[in-house]
């Protein structure tokens, strides 16, 4: 692999895994409301590590080429991201956040937790596009390793920045607003809005063209 290739895909995958977005809204909500925030981090990483095993099999490019396919997961992935910030906004009216409260939660919980985290990140078609339109612009053809494997390598490394940028905004989020009841009902409220706006924008991708048409 080229070593100025991969420097400057870890510079870009870092900032725009340092970019707020859902997975951060995700993030802060499971450090908040969660005794461990773990499942949630785990969650986002496995749905990009999906997106990685799609990448490598081909079948991500193949999708990207599909627009009607890719239509129907962006509209699974809008409902999907509504009903997450709906829940996170009705969780909000009676939130409480002090450590005292947390309660551990059993395995049925932490699977949830996990499986809706991996929904946020591997059903979002715009990650998707993200390791087809970029990841693949860092793979060099000249070098040793082939082109599944170092595309793999990249995918799997965007996933080791996301699970270390993750888990800092989770930690900091609970250290920080845990014992500010106030404040993180606010972060949670910033939170389910985020979550629902990304839910309408994406939804009105493909529903508006559709009544201009």
């Known amino acids: 692999m080229n070593p100025q290739l991969f420097f400057a895909f870890v510079l870009l995958a870092g900032a ?15 450090g908040l409301r969660q005794r461990s925030f773990i499942p949630a981090v785990a969650g986002l990483c496995g749905g990009y590590v999906l997106h990685t095993l799609l990448m490598v099999a081909g079948l991500a490019a193949l999708l990207a080429g599909m627009p009607d396919i890719l239509g129907w997961i962006t509209v699974a992935g809008a409902a999907y991201l509504l009903w997450l910030g709906i829940s996170t906004l009705r969780s909000w009216r009676v939130a409480s956040f002090s450590a005292a409260d947390a309660v551990g939660s059993p395995a049925s919980n932490q699977l949830r937790t996990f499986l809706q985290g991996m929904g946020t990140s591997g059903i979002n078609p715009k990650g998707l596009l993200f390791y087809v339109a970029l990841v693949l612009q860092f793979v060099s053809p000249e070098a040793p390793l082939p082109v599944p494997v170092q ?51 994406l939804l009105s991708e493909q529903l508006v063209p559709l009544f201009v048409s």
């Open 16 to 30: 725009l895994a340092c970019t707020p977005g859902v997975d951060w809204a995700y993030s802060i909500t499971a």
């Open 151 to 201: 595309s793999g390598l990249l995918g799997l490394t965007f996933v080791l920045l996301a699970a270390i940028v993750y888990t800092c905004v989770a930690l900091l989020a609970r250290k920080l607003l845990q014992s500010r009841p106030g404040a993180a009902r606010k972060v949670t409220l910033a939170s389910g809005v985020i979550m629902v706006g990304l839910g309408v924008v």
